[in-house]
């Protein structure tokens, strides 16, 4: 089987640890040159090193909106082209309607709100200044749908993310720029550890405990995830776009 990206250019925006990082890899294995970003710069580089020639790691932070348009253009510059972008990074910061200051409320949007934007806005320009098709996935989440109370700005952040993605789908079809999202549920990640440990005193059994209470026995997988992204940014995703997918194991909407 041919490999779904040969020869593409991917950015990973947050692809230095976690998902981000899963979906860099699965990336590579499926032919593509890879440029993750994000903040920690010893693992991206450390990430970089580990996956090869065909990995680069650029630093940046998608909270600052220069930051997100430069990312892209950094790997214009080294690759001449992006041809599909991935949106990961993501804050979880816990926070509920009552408790929520202006400043945490900013820091969501600034990170999974107006970051997306603006990566979008710089990959889907050079798309359209080179006259080619391309692909974004945004990573977004089923708490989207309306969540938890202590994910408030959480929520809104995201949700405002599925309107951007099916915004910009639309406005880009004729350019053959396809945008589709991935609303995910509960994975396993080093993040959702730290996040479990941090505010809600999990301990070392968390994992275990809350897989047995799960449907299919388990966490989301970074790798099944990674390789869901992968199908969406190839061509074997056909004319998909404007798409935001639920990838979970609840069903939204339905009731016992």
Not at 59 to 87: F, I, K, M, W, Y
Request: glycine share 12%.
């Amino acid at each position: 089987m041919d490999q779904l990206l040969r020869d593409k250019v991917v950015l990973v925006v947050g692809g230095t640890t976690g998902l981000g990082a899963g979906i860099a890899r699965a990336a590579t294995r499926e032919g593509a040159s890879v440029v993750v970003t994000g903040r920690r710069r010893e693992r991206g580089e450390a990430l970089a090193a580990e996956l090869g020639e065909g990995v680069s790691f650029v630093a940046g932070d998608q909270s600052d909106p220069a930051d997100a348009r430069r990312v892209v253009e950094e790997t214009v510059a080294r690759h001449g082209r992006v041809d599909c972008l991935v949106n990961a990074a993501g804050l979880t910061t816990r926070g509920t309607l009552l408790d929520t200051t202006p400043e945490l409320f900013d820091e969501h949007v600034a990170v999974n709100l107006r970051g997306p934007f603006f990566t979008m806005q710089a990959a889907v320009a050079d798309m359209t200044r080179r006259g080619a098709a391309g692909t974004i996935v945004n990573v977004i989440t089923m708490s989207a749908h309306g969540g938890q109370p202590y994910l408030a700005p959480y929520v809104a952040s995201k949700a405002g993310l599925i309107g951007l993605t099916k915004n910009a789908a639309h406005a880009h079809r004729f350019d053959r720029v396809r945008i589709n999202g991935l609303n995910i549920g509960w994975t396993q990640t080093e993040g959702e550890d730290e996040t479990q440990r941090r505010f809600h005193d999990a301990d070392d059994g968390w994992v275990e405990r809350a897989a047995a209470g799960l449907p299919m026995g388990k966490l989301g997988q970074v790798d099944e995830i990674a390789d869901a992204v992968v199908f969406l940014l190839s061509e074997r995703s056909g004319v998909v776009t404007g798409s935001v997918i639920d990838w979970d194991q609840s069903v939204v909407g339905a009731h016992d």
